[in-house]
Structures are given as structure tokens and as C-alpha cells.
């Protein structure tokens, strides 16, 4: 049987059991209309989870998902809408950098990369084919974002974020700390918030200390904390890259293990947990598992992540339900590490190369066009 009555609501629905829901216990998940409802049901219309109320007033006649029926699939668009969703390359860049693990995208098509195994810093202008430096750094760097003042914003194993003014070049303390923590990953958001994962330090396995997600409005006051779920369990093992959607959810790379196999953790603005992604069963398996390195959303809220072992794009849901996988390797992209997103929508690639490669071993970066999400 391939299909599932759903007893729901005034108008019934039958829907596909391959287009529903991953696993998720909805009773965890807190309406973000209605302050103290747990939800019940996942509304496959609108692609979000809802409460009882939420039927009443505007999900009624929707197709609707109860959470057996729900955690049988998992929510991806049909093959038809997948389809419809297309990368290309327009450009192809040499860098100077062996490998390029941040990327940022200045307003005036500038950009900035880093190089977090070998400590180096560029900002680049984009020729023809090439990128020419206009300012070299040696400085160790783990997590970077641009500022709406068009400045970037670096960490370098220092509790303060230094910030770095792309006119002049200097670099200078930020008004941006997380003493006595250390932080990992940085996230500039659409209303000037930053968000910042980060840790105690010391040995990433096993998990000792403090693993957190905190938000900072503009002038570097903290706003919230995100360290455990409902049931005092930890959110994150180690959060190395976040990016943001316009209602305010907060999407976490959060790596597992020492072999860099992760998951990407959404939040809503309140801290509960929206969804967790393991990777997509037709190209993660045991032997080829999710690796996400870098994660940014798109100027329609979907989420990108790249998978730098498997070589591929994955695309989600602003909620982090599966949508579809783009395989890079067949586009001639191989390894891809770092995104970045101009303020047009296009979306920029770093790659990195093998490990061991010499210094000679110049990194690729694609500047891509997509349609379709």
C-alpha cells in the first residue's frame, strides 16, 4: 500500500508515501504560533509543523501528516520540481591558495578567502580567470562573515572576533566576545544579529565542556543561548559553520567525529528543534557518509550545504527537510569546501585541494548560476 488516508481536519487528503517526513517526535517541536502548543501534525502544503490550533485557523483542508505517517518517508519535492532545479557554471577561477575553506563576497564583487590549514588570508579582485590579490594576511582563521558595513568579521582563536576594515586592511578588536569561550564559526544576519558557535576548547572528541550557539545584536550584547534541547541534551558536538533564514531559524553544521561526518541542525528563534539532517540515503552509506562543510540560504530560504567528500550539493527546506542533491563532481567541481552568496543570489564555491598537496597546488573557486529553488 502506497498511500495514506489521512483522518485529519474537515477536508481529507491522500498524499504519497514517498513525498512525507523524516523521523522526528513532533511532540518536541513547540508552535511557533501559539506560545506553549506542542505540535501534532506536519502540514505537507506548507511544509511546516503545526499544532492543533494552527488546523482550525489556517491549515484546514491542507494536506496533512500525522507522525507515523510522517517518519515512514522523508519530505522531498517531486521528481518534476526537482528537476526544475538547475546549477551552472559561469566562471572558473585560479586562486592563490592552496585551499579555500571561508569565502565572503564584498558588495562591490570583491571577495574575501581563507586558508585555515596553511594561515592565509586574501582579499581579491576577480579577473577574467584568476584572482588578483589586493591584500595578503598570515593569520590563523577559523570561522569568517561580512558586516553590512561591508567589513569582515574573523575568528582567529582569540575569545574577541577581530574585525577587519576592507578599506585599509586593518585589523582591530571587535566589539564581539564570548569569554571565556572560544568561538569556532561566525554569522552576520539579514537584521544585523551575530551568531557565533562556540566551545571551552581543548579536545573536540570526545565532548567535554561547552558546545553553544549564542546571538549578539550589533553592538555585541548577548541575546540567546542555544546549549540543549528540551530534555537537557546537548544541541551541538561542534558547531562549525551557521548560516540563517529570514523568519530568524538558525542552521548549524554541527560535526560528529573526528572524521568530519556531521548533520545540519535547524532551530526556530526560540531554540527548538525544527529539523536534523544526516545526509540523503541515495548518495550517503555507510561507506560515502555526510560530510557538510559549509552552509549558507538562498535568497528564497532554501538551505545549500557542501558534502566536500562526496562531492555534492545539498539542497533543504528552511526547516532542513531534504529537497534534492546536486552532484558538483559531474560539473568538473571537485572538492567542494566553502559557499558564498553575492547580494544578486549567485553563489560562489571554494574548493580545496587533497590533503599533503604542495603549496604549488592552486585552488579552484566557480561562481555558479542556479534556478529552480
Avoid at 250 to 260: A, E, R, Y
Avoid at 349 to 356: E, K, S, Y
Wanted: aromatic share 6%.
Amino acid at each position: 500500500m502506497d498511500r495514506v488516508h489521512l483522518r485529519i481536519a474537515k477536508d481529507h487528503q491522500i498524499t504519497d508515501i514517498k513525498d512525507i517526513g523524516k523521523h522526528v517526535t513532533f511532540s518536541e517541536i513547540k508552535c511557533e504560533n501559539h506560545t506553549g502548543q506542542a505540535c501534532c501534525l506536519f502540514c505537507q502544503t506548507c511544509k511546516t509543523f503545526i499544532c492543533v490550533k494552527c488546523v482550525a485557523k489556517v491549515h484546514n483542508g491542507h494536506e496533512l501528516i500525522e507522525e507515523e505517517d510522517y517518519n515512514k518517508g522523508k519530505v522531498e519535492m517531486k521528481p518534476k520540481q526537482q528537476s526544475k532545479i538547475k546549477f551552472e557554471i559561469s566562471k572558473e577561477y585560479t586562486t592563490a591558495l592552496t585551499h579555500i575553506h571561508h569565502t565572503a563576497v564584498c558588495s562591490d564583487g570583491s571577495m574575501w578567502m581563507g586558508d585555515g590549514t596553511r594561515s592565509k588570508l586574501q582579499h581579491v579582485k576577480l579577473t577574467e580567470n584568476k584572482t588578483e590579490v589586493i591584500t595578503n594576511f598570515n593569520t590563523e582563521i577559523y570561522g569568517m562573515a561580512k558586516t553590512h558595513s561591508n567589513n569582515i568579521l574573523v575568528t582567529t582563536g582569540d575569545t574577541q572576533l577581530k574585525i577587519i576594515n576592507t578599506m585599509t586592511g586593518q585589523i582591530t578588536d571587535s566589539k564581539y566576545n564570548v569569554k571565556p569561550l572560544t568561538p569556532i564559526s561566525i554569522h552576520v544576519t539579514s537584521d544585523h544579529r551575530v551568531i557565533i558557535g562556540a566551545w571551552t576548547g581543548g579536545k573536540t572528541l570526545p565532548v567535554t565542556g561547552r558546545r553553544v550557539v549564542v546571538v549578539m545584536d550589533q553592538e555585541g550584547k548577548q541575546l540567546e543561548e542555544y546549549e540543549h534541547d528540551n530534555h537537557n541534551k546537548r544541541l551541538f558536538t561542534y558547531p562549525e559553520h551557521i548560516t540563517s533564514t529570514s523568519n530568524g531559524n538558525i542552521c548549524v553544521v554541527d560535526w560528529l567525529d573526528n572524521d568530519f561526518r556531521g548533520r545540519v541542525v535547524v532551530l526556530s528563534p526560540g531554540g527548538d528543534i525544527l529539523g536534523i539532517y544526516t545526509g540523503h540515503p541515495d548518495v550517503n552509506t555507510g561507506k560515502k557518509p555526510f560530510k557538510p562543510k559549509e552552509i549558507i540560504t538562498t535568497l528564497s530560504d532554501n538551505i545549500v550545504v557542501t558534502d566536500v567528500s562526496n562531492q555534492f550539493l545539498h539542497i533543504l527546506t528552511d526547516q532542513g527537510q531534504s529537497i534534492t542533491y546536486y552532484n558538483l563532481h559531474d560539473m568538473g567541481i571537485l572538492y567542494p569546501h566553502s559557499l558564498a552568496l553575492s547580494t544578486s543570489g549567485t553563489i560562489y564555491v571554494g574548493c580545496v585541494n587533497l590533503q599533503g598537496s604542495p603549496d604549488t597546488t592552486k585552488a579552484k573557486l566557480y561562481k555558479l548560476e542556479y534556478s529552480g529553488i
